[in-house]
């Protein structure tokens, strides 16, 4: 069985930094698709970045050149980077794993995904 552990949350204050680990352990494994998804309070769950294990990276649209997601196949383990970060970072940031290798039009559906971390909280405040 998988299972995806997060790291890296906690509090900052605006204008701190981020950076978030999620590695992945388990049999079977394979890793075709990681990704991050977060969601804010009072907001739906959404999309931030993936790392294909062959394929390279995506990101949001709507968050792009805030967040920059990073893998490390040999361990697993993805990682989320933002800088500069304000109080609408705030969230519970989740690590999202399947075997496949979803397409780019697929990346942002979290149905596609079969395995999610427990979250981590981030909390950007004064």
């Known amino acids: 069985q998988v299972q995806l552990l997060e790291s890296g949350g906690g509090l900052v204050q605006p204008g701190g930094s981020l950076r978030l680990s999620c590695a992945a352990s388990?049999?079977?494994?394979?890793?075709?698709?990681?990704?991050?998804f977060r969601w804010p309070p009072r907001k739906d769950r959404e999309f931030v970045a993936a790392a294909k294990r062959i394929g390279g990276t995506s990101h949001a649209r709507s968050l792009r050149g805030r967040f920059t997601i990073s893998r490390d196949s040999a361990k697993n383990t993805i990682y989320l980077q933002r800088n500069s970060l304000s109080p609408e970072d705030t969230a519970v940031y989740y690590c999202?794993?399947?075997?496949?290798?979803?397409?780019?039009?697929?990346?942002?559906?979290?149905?596609?995904?079969?395995?999610w971390g427990q979250g981590t909280q981030v909390t950007v405040s004064s």
């Open positions: 388990g049999r079977g494994f394979t890793g075709g698709t990681m990704a991050w």
């Open positions: 999202a794993a399947t075997n496949r290798d979803l397409l780019p039009s697929s990346l942002a559906d979290d149905g596609q995904y079969d395995c």
